[in-house]
């Protein structure tokens, strides 16, 4: 071996070197074993001569901010009917922005309005289920309190109140009704229910019976065929708030209301494609459609998906196909549009465009198809500065939006900033932020001058970004389409230097995982990926053969030859990948930080957080780990399956057989393995001391921790049932299954497993899983599943790193994961997905999948220590001496173990 300071030698960053106690002969055996595995990867990678310099990674655009703090400013304490609550002033003026009350020209309606309050309670609530922020649970909670006690007994509201409290009555804007106010009542409260219900079901007890009447109230309204207040705007609301209960609830009476809500909204659109109004949906034959409150298309594109109905989503992309697209061609969103097609273009408000904005993205939910996001983020752009005033409506900084633009010639900027406009900003900024495409869009701007006229709209328009990014749109027979190949073009990347105008397509590699499954799949995407985005192509190559993907990724660092990206990361790896600067903060760039805001709660990401407080590797697939059991033997046996350690014990005793009478036993009821590779330990010890410990891992914050009573209990149960013959001290043939096979009743694993099931198609064998066991006494609602995660990452080595967060962003997509479901039988790490009927079908094509899957949130990784394994060869070590042999007591093993991770973690 050549010295590490010879010339063409390798030199491996400390970093990345693993560090072992001194004290453990194991531990630096397999060290030896380790090195020399990774520098037998480091001279193959040399040999193929894919060195390249690592140049510092740039950060892109920030991802954009949805501040609270301007809605907090506008929020008030009141007393009404008794009840502490809070209220959203309804104005306030520049430039000192002080919250007050309706002006003379509304009549004194109030101070504050249950229309404002309610959609309050909607952004405050995404926001605590987006980000976890308490504030803005308390905020939605005292907001919920207000709705309550304006319902008058019988599902109908008054809307606004006075400084004092009292009810107004007697303004029609304001009068007790099934209204405006009530549906956006109802809206908030079904909110309230799909977001807090599982958790906090505490404070929904007063709400539920103001939301039962308001549903029993609607539904004599939707009985007699007539919409909500006589418009299309308030019975989508209402429509709104019936789909977040049914996301919930599942109730099929509240199915069936929704799709006879919906089925009002789809024969209230007029024209077509050609005909003005192009498709607009009005209240009444005859009357103008206005951008205010066009909900429409959004609450029938969100049927489709709760309801399975695409019918709903074919409805509704009448409107936004014909009268959308042609605001997009015009480059302007009218505020009003005629029965004949004439519009009116002022005054602008995000009132009207916000409801444009969420229903694109709904259609992008409901269809699949990406042109929905791209339209989403151009029509959004209006918040950022796309607009008639070239200035950003919405200030990050502050949260506060713009009442508006009032006129042309010369521009009547609006710059008082009241509830409606700040809420309905919000509303639509929070959903543009959670979807990849729409945040990156939202920086295009039209090019050219926009069109007075809807009629006479141009067949195609281009956008451009301050990167130099383009896209055109050209006008098509189903509506406005994406240019082909122009989405794709962008400024600010290409093969030969970072931040140069595009000048030929961009190359990224991508190594997935090399078994057939997760290739073919990598395949499929790359593929689909490539025939939409011409100028940044895919190249996959499967992770290059060596004794571990962990060896492989860290010599690729080493020899500055990673990919652009890889899918097989695990969290062993990720601290040492961030310690050796080998990957990208992901949590920091536009793409990546919108895909995890969709996909994951603050909860699931908590844990994946680095000290600095960064993600650095997207968390994409996992496998909670459960208790697959034989159904046949279980029931022979007369047991269920088991639930605490004692019921395992027994279910040891009672499924461990000599079958065929030669006097061995041939049968058992579990099968642990004897090897000690610091990994086996995922299928033993680790989950069943998840299972007990309440979500504890090994190393929290730098202190060692699994020196506990549930270590104790899991290592016990083991010893156990070694010692008294339940499990085989004996490892199984290379290539036979004894789960598959009936020589083992039980097995812990995850549902990656039943792909192989499927394959292998044992006649007769019914199986079913049950969570891990906890240790008696254990708080089974305390439970959790080890996750056994696998992450996405970008590598430092990339020239694209922004091209390559579009990419993860993609394969982390909905429809991607879908695909991983489908072909895989594995899960997305994905918040609501047993519940999310988006992947309902994907998950019914595997036997006991949807089970896992209500799991997804319920689990616990590998601590993102740079020393876990290590940590973990110690724990097989006591594993090996306490539970396999018993030549160590339980106790005694793993306070050894964890005074050598001690020594390990305090010498970094």
Request: glycine share 8%; net charge neutral.
């Amino acid at each position: 071996m050549r010295r590490a300071n010879a010339p063409g030698a390798v030199a491996v960053p400390r970093s990345l070197v693993p560090r072992f106690s001194a004290v453990s002969v194991v531990s630096v055996s397999r060290a030896v074993d380790t090195a020399r595995g990774m520098l037998l990867v480091i001279a193959v990678v040399f040999a193929a001569g894919c060195s390249r310099d690592l140049e510092p990674v740039p950060k892109g655009p920030s991802p954009l901010a949805v501040n609270l703090d301007y809605l907090r400013h506008l929020g008030l304490d009141a007393v009404v009917a008794g009840r502490p609550v809070r209220v959203v002033a309804l104005y306030a003026e520049a430039p000192d922005y002080r919250p007050t009350g309706s002006p003379a020209r509304d009549g004194y309606e109030g101070i504050a309005s249950l229309d404002d309050a309610a959609r309050a309670a909607v952004a405050y609530l995404r926001a605590y289920e987006q980000t976890g922020d308490a504030r803005a649970r308390n905020e939605a909670l005292g907001l919920l309190a207000f709705v309550v006690s304006m319902e008058q007994g019988d599902g109908e509201f008054v809307n606004f109140v006075d400084a004092r409290g009292r009810l107004n009555r007697d303004a029609p804007s304001s009068r007790k009704s099934m209204s405006y106010w009530a549906a956006r009542s109802l809206w908030a409260l079904g909110e309230a229910v799909r977001v807090l219900g599982p958790h906090d079901s505490t404070h929904l007890t007063s709400l539920r019976p103001v939301l039962d009447r308001t549903v029993t109230r609607l539904a004599r309204e939707v009985g007699a065929g007539r919409l909500i207040g006589g418009s299309a705007t308030a019975t989508a609301e209402a429509l709104l708030g019936l789909l977040a209960l049914e996301r919930a609830e599942s109730l099929p009476a509240i199915a069936s209301l929704a799709a006879s809500t919906a089925s009002l909204l789809v024969p209230l659109s007029t024209g077509n494609m050609e005909t003005a109004p192009w498709g607009a949906r009005v209240d009444r034959p005859g009357a103008d459609w206005h951008a205010w409150g066009s909900r429409s298309t959004e609450a029938l594109a969100a049927a489709a998906v709760v309801l399975n109905r695409p019918d709903f989503a074919a409805a509704a992309k009448t409107e936004a196909d014909a009268l959308w697209g042609r605001f997009l061609l015009a480059g302007q969103v009218a505020s009003l549009v005629s029965p004949d097609g004439s519009a009116t273009w002022f005054p602008q408000i995000a009132y009207g465009l916000g409801s444009i904005v969420e229903g694109y993205l709904a259609l992008a939910d409901a269809t699949g198809e990406r042109r929905y996001s791209v339209f989403a983020g151009l029509a959004a752009a209006w918040f950022a500065g796309a607009n008639p005033a070239s200035l950003a409506m919405y200030d990050a900084k502050t949260g506060r939006t713009f009442d508006g633009i009032d006129g042309p010639s010369p521009i009547k900027l609006n710059r008082n900033a009241g509830a409606e406009s700040t809420i309905e900003a919000l509303l639509a900024l929070q959903a543009v932020t959670s979807n990849p495409e729409a945040a990156e869009y939202m920086s295009y701007r039209p090019v050219g001058a926009p069109s007075a006229s809807l009629t006479t709209v141009p067949d195609r328009r281009e956008f451009t970004a301050p990167d130099g990014g383009r896209v055109a749109l050209e006008r098509g027979s189903s509506g406005v389409e994406i240019v082909r190949g122009a989405a794709a073009s962008r400024g600010g990347e290409t093969p030969g230097s970072r931040g140069s105008a595009v000048s030929q397509p961009i190359t990224l590699t991508y190594w997935p995982a090399a078994n057939p499954t997760e290739t073919r799949l990598a395949m499929r995407l790359a593929a689909e990926w490539n025939s939409e985005n011409p100028h940044v192509q895919v190249r996959v190559q499967p992770l290059p053969a060596g004794r571990s993907t962990e060896e492989v990724l860290l010599a690729a660092i080493v020899a500055k030859a990673t990919p652009d990206v890889s899918s097989n990361v695990s969290s062993a790896l990720l601290a040492r990948l961030v310690r050796a600067k080998g990957v990208v903060r992901l949590d920091d760039r536009v793409a990546t930080a919108a895909r995890l805001n969709e996909r994951a709660s603050p909860a699931m990401l908590a844990s994946l957080r680095l000290p600095d407080g960064g993600i650095y590797a997207f968390p994409w697939k996992t496998n909670p780990e459960m208790l697959l059991y034989n159904v046949d033997l279980l029931d022979a046996a007369g047991i269920d399956p088991p639930r605490t350690h004692s019921e395992l014990l027994d279910a040891f005793r009672k499924l461990t057989r000599d079958t065929d009478g030669d006097g061995r036993v041939d049968r058992w009821a579990f099968w642990a393995t004897l090897k000690t590779t610091w990994f086996e330990r995922f299928y033993d010890f680790y989950p069943l001391y998840l299972a007990s410990s309440g979500g504890r891992t090994l190393v929290t914050r730098g202190k060692v921790v699994f020196e506990n009573e549930a270590a104790v209990a899991a290592l016990e149960l083991f010893r156990r049932g070694f010692d008294e013959g339940g499990l085989p001290r004996s490892n199984f043939a290379l290539g036979r299954d004894p789960f598959a096979d009936g020589t083992v009743a039980m097995k812990i694993i995850g549902p990656w497993f039943l792909y192989e099931l499927n394959d292998i198609k044992v006649r007769g064998l019914s199986y079913d899983v049950t969570p891990i066991p906890a240790s008696d006494g254990a708080d089974p609602d305390d439970s959790f599943a080890f996750a056994d995660l696998r992450s996405i990452a970008i590598f430092s080595t990339t020239r694209h790193p922004e091209a390559a967060a579009r990419f993860v962003a993609y394969l982390t997509s909905p429809a991607a994961d879908r695909m991983l479901i489908e072909e895989g039988s594995q899960l997305p790490y994905r918040r609501g997905l047993a519940s999310d009927r988006r992947f309902s079908a994907s998950l019914a094509k595997w036997p006991t999948l949807a089970t896992y899957a209500r799991y997804v949130e319920r689990t616990r990784d590998i601590d993102l220590d740079p020393d876990i394994v290590e940590i973990f060869d110690l724990i097989s070590e006591a594993y090996e001496e306490a539970a396999i042999y018993g030549t160590t007591p339980v106790r005694q093993a793993l306070a050894k173990a964890a005074a050598e991770a001690r020594n390990i973690v305090n010498a970094r």
